[in-house]
């Protein structure tokens, strides 16, 4: 016999006969005619010099060749299958590069953090804090969470969500420095994340002056941090701060409430967010904030 292997069609077609049982249905299989099956199959028999089943009745039945033969061919398209499947298959699997805007990063997404790990965990996150939209244009970031308006020409953006603004202070400070009413806010530390526009948002809306006492932070993860170690009065959000008032860490002492100036917004280069890695991530970022 030579150790040249069998042609592909023909094993196809033995296959399947083997399978069903039948010739017939061995055609429907593969689309091919009844006559088209048979002939593979004796081309095969003659490659190989032997019978590969016992014909007579309505139903096949192998010999003790074919029967050996069965197997070992099955396995071998079983396992090509699984190698296209693995080819084909989006790779969900490696690193994500990640920045985002601190303090959705620090208060939203970090405590869900094991979630996405236990939902997806072959893939490594490399979570960076940033709020710099030319990160957006760097090879070694593949998607951004940005607060900002959302305008950035040439890239791929979608809302992820718009913000509600209120004060917040801890426990403890409004156990010495209670907050009655908003004319009681000149006695408090305001802490800034920005220079100061949307605690004049907020104050305007109120009917009240800027308090003397400001403390200017880069970011709201840090207005939020010293607000919650008693520092002074920060501006919370609906998004960032909510759970933090549920435990307690925070009080809002006042009903009133703004639109925040930006929003946040999730944006990459359009070549990145049609990868599976990408997309996976996003996907799970909404459906988290919808179970929020």
């Known amino acids: ?154 890239y791929w953006s979608r809302l992820w969500s718009r913000m509600e603004l209120f004060p917040v202070g801890s426990p403890a400070l409004m156990n010495r420095r209670p907050l009655r009413s908003l004319r009681d806010l000149r006695d408090h530390m305001l802490l800034h994340a920005d220079r100061g526009n949307e605690w004049n948002t907020w104050l305007t809306a109120a009917g009240v002056a800027m308090p003397a006492r400001q403390h200017m932070m880069s970011d709201a993860r840090l207005s939020i941090e010293a607000a919650v170690h008693g520092h002074g009065i920060a501006l919370g959000d609906n998004i960032t701060t909510a759970h933090m008032i549920a435990r307690g860490e925070l009080i809002a002492p006042f009903d009133l409430t703004v639109p925040a100036n930006d929003a946040v917004y999730v944006a990459c280069r359009s070549e990145a967010q049609a990868t599976p890695i990408v997309r996976v991530f996003i996907d799970w970022f909404y459906a988290s904030l919808v179970r929020s």
Request: aromatic share 6%; glycine share 8%; net charge positive.
């Open 1 to 154: 016999m030579s150790s040249r292997l069998p042609p592909l069609n023909p094993l196809r077609a033995f296959e399947a006969t083997a399978r069903h049982g039948s010739v017939s249905a061995a055609g429907r299989e593969l689309n091919v005619t009844h006559g088209a099956i048979s002939h593979q199959i004796r081309t095969l028999e003659e490659s190989l010099g032997v019978r590969l089943f016992e014909r007579g009745g309505k139903w096949l039945k192998l010999t003790s060749q074919g029967a050996l033969l069965m197997p070992v061919v099955s396995n071998a398209f079983s396992e090509i299958a699984a190698a296209k499947a693995a080819m084909t298959r989006p790779a969900t699997g490696g690193t994500l590069r990640v920045t985002c805007v601190a303090a959705v990063l620090s208060l939203w997404l970090m405590p869900r953090l094991q979630e996405f790990t236990d939902q997806y965990p072959d893939i490594q996150l490399d979570l960076r804090a940033s709020n710099d939209p030319n990160n957006l244009s760097s090879p070694n970031v593949d998607l951004c969470i940005l607060y900002g308006g959302g305008n950035w020409p040439n």
